[in-house]
């Protein structure tokens, strides 16, 4: 089964670089669609935190770990692109010597610019909604942001690492099951588990940030510290899809064999047919 996911995860990468250098601008828009759907997560995990918040209440956080878990839901059922999940998939597939290590860096850019506009622009129509204007609507949104920003570079970076680790199994772990229930219970327990705990996911937090900021806001939540947040936690992430998800596996699967290499070859070179076949569609 392991080694079946691993190909699907070659296969997936192989997709992806197709569809950039057939055209950048599409895939800018998958990612842009992406964070669109990752807005559309912290929107319905703080709008349904705040009921709890606003009582004190200590299930606040659980709910809202609970209910973020719509989108990851959306990226891998409505064909979102996403940054974090991208440095596993492309180092693993340069790793097996599917992509080139320069095609890695771009796409990478490319997928992280995309997931950046996305966010500033699902922000901007939250804004012109009205939904989280005023404080009883937000006060969650905003101590959790607030404390994003509080925290030191190291903390910040190490809980990316873990976060990112996390998120690409919960992308990964369902290559290994069958039926899309099982699937669907793997992701949202394994992205609860990352919101509960605490992690740090860059694109999440450039979502929560670009709301929090984009709406009253007090004091305690300024670009600056967005940035502080932003630029160690997306280097964490790196560093958790890349070396503990994409170099941890390409060692432990071992060498291909000859025979493993060809039927890779075909396996692809059938779903890149199947690929045109759909976008000729």
Known sequence: ????????????????????????????????????????????????GN?????????????????????????????????????????????????????????WLGTYSGNLIGALLFAGLIYLTGIMASGDANGFLMSVAAGKMSHSTMELFFRAVLCNWLVCLAFYVPMTLKGDGPKLFTMILLVFGFFISGYEHSIANMSTFAIALIVDHPDTITIGKALHNIIPVTIGNIVGGAVFMAIFYNYVSGPKSEDEDKFSEEEDQSHIVQFDKVAEK
């Open 1 to 48: 089964m392991e080694h079946t996911a691993l190909r699907d995860v070659e296969k997936l990468a192989l997709k992806k670089q197709k569809v950039f250098d057939q055209s950048i601008i599409k895939y800018l828009l998958r990612a842009i669609l992406a964070s669109a759907f990752i807005g559309f997560g912290v929107i319905i995990a703080f709008k349904s």
């Open 51 to 107: 009921l709890f918040y606003a009582e004190h209440s200590p299930m606040a956080y659980p709910i809202a770990a609970f209910t973020f878990g719509t989108a990851i839901v959306l990226i891998a059922y409505a064909g979102g692109d996403l940054f974090t999940g991208n440095t596993f998939y492309f180092t693993y597939a340069a790793l097996r010597g599917k992509m080139t290590w320069p095609k890695v860096l771009k796409m």
